[in-house]
């Protein structure tokens, strides 16, 4: 590895402190859940930056981008924010929202979990989301499919309820989260279909102590094979992990050991996330 940081970009990545449980969901109980525990795994799995994705259980959207900043900036320029907003909570308080944001220059992206919450990414209360999206030029990141949380309902989070967003504003990015896991051929023709949407491969293994774990790698490594060949090129398929739910090391493996191109491999684990989201090439 050079002298340089690596060119490696883990697109969604969790640190927070309104992460309930930890310690029993985290892949490991032990696990040196901070700032520095994170970049010390980075390091070891060659990873240059991330992306840190504020928890839809933050009190309130004030809160979680104090808990952002500070976040980036124990990060030392390796650790970059994105916010999110539940509109079930109203249009004026996605006002609120946006007047916060405005102020916030560092911001990578904006966060959506429907399935967390009862509403669909075309909910006509986020148009002035993605308004501000365009106006901003930052990414609108989906969570989509399985959720952690049993009283989620999938439903909202299925890949196809992107696809009406994304023809309504086609000059806004959208990131399909897990490759809609389990509805991974779905997102990936979403993806085939819609020039303006990607997908990254976060959160496609369960907890290790799985009775399966070992075969769930190798099949997971296929789910993104199969959905690279479906859209017929890696240029909006991102590499993530959803740490801390997955070791970051085994989360990039599912990416390296993928039978394609080398350029092709290199791309989706940090080239076209350096690109969507605007980061340093080196």
């Known amino acids: 590895m050079s002298a340089s940081r690596p060119r490696r970009v883990d697109v969604h990545l969790h640190l927070s402190r309104w992460w309930r449980d930890i310690r029993r969901t985290g892949y490991r109980p032990d696990l040196d859940y901070t700032v520095r525990g994170l970049l010390a795994e980075m390091d070891r799995a060659g990873i240059g930056e991330g992306l840190v994705l504020q928890l839809h259980e933050a009190p309130s959207v004030r809160e979680g981008l104090d808990e952002g900043r500070a976040t980036a900036e124990a990060g030392a320029g390796r650790l970059h924010p994105v916010t999110t907003v539940d509109p079930t909570d109203g249009e004026e308080a996605i006002r609120a929202a946006i007047g916060l944001w405005e102020s916030e220059r560092n911001l990578a992206g904006i966060k959506l979990y429907p399935g967390y919450r009862a509403f669909y990414p075309h909910d006509r209360r986020l148009d002035a989301v993605y308004e ?58 979403l993806v085939y279909k819609n020039e303006n949407v990607y997908a990254d491969t976060s959160g496609l ?43 970051l090391t085994l989360a990039v493996d599912l990416v390296e050991g993928l039978d394609l191109p080398a350029a092709d491999r290199d791309a989706m684990l940090g080239g076209n996330a350096r690109r969507l989201f605007g980061l340093s090439p080196t």
């Open 205 to 247: 293994l369960a907890h290790p102590s799985a009775p399966y774990f070992d075969r769930m790698i190798a099949q997971a490594r296929q789910v993104v094979y199969g959905a690279v060949v479906t859209i017929g090129r890696p240029d909006r398929i991102l590499y993530g992990s959803d740490w801390p739910l997955e070791e």
């Open 132 to 189: 501000y999206a365009h106006r901003r030029g930052l990414p609108v990141m989906i969570h989509q499919g399985d959720t952690l949380d049993g009283l989620g309902l999938l439903k909202f989070a299925r890949p196809l309820e992107v696809d009406e967003v994304a023809g309504r504003f086609r000059d806004v990015r959208f990131v399909l989260c897990h490759l809609g896991n389990p509805w991974v051929p779905e997102a990936a023709e």
